[in-house]
């Protein structure tokens, strides 16, 4: 593969995560009315539990670098962080959203090892 394809290929399901958070992100804070999303009584139960699902979706489909998908999904999350300037203490969302995304980064990964290990090998 070349770098041009692998590159591409790696852009996209980075563009689908980063859209879906920074989107659901939105909708949250309109929705439920909270200054941050993470604030609102659906973030940790539902939103997270549906990001992690999404970080599998993507490992599942774009098996190539999938450990990183959760990154994306949580740091895409400081853009609409910082469109209304706030009060953020910027560190503290940074380490915060990097605690959220180790989760996501097993799950990712894993997902792409399961994939590439039982499914692909048959191929």
């Known amino acids: 593969m070349t770098?041009?394809?692998?590159?591409?290929?790696?852009a996209i399901p980075y563009g689908i995560a980063a859209a879906f958070s920074i989107v659901l992100w939105w909708l949250i804070v309109l929705f439920d009315g909270v200054p941050d999303a993470w604030d609102a009584d659906v973030y940790f139960p539902y939103v997270y539990l549906l990001q992690i699902a999404i970080c599998i979706g993507l490992g599942w489909i774009y098996h190539n670098h999938a450990w990183s998908y959760g990154f994306i999904l949580c740091y895409a999350q400081l853009v609409p962080m910082l469109i209304p300037p706030d009060d953020l203490d910027l560190s503290l969302a940074v380490i915060l959203l990097t605690l959220l995304a180790i989760p996501m980064v097993i799950t990712g990964g894993l997902t792409s090892w399961i994939r590439r290990r039982f499914f692909l090998a048959r191929t």
């Open 3 to 10: 770098q041009e394809k692998e590159n591409t290929s790696i």
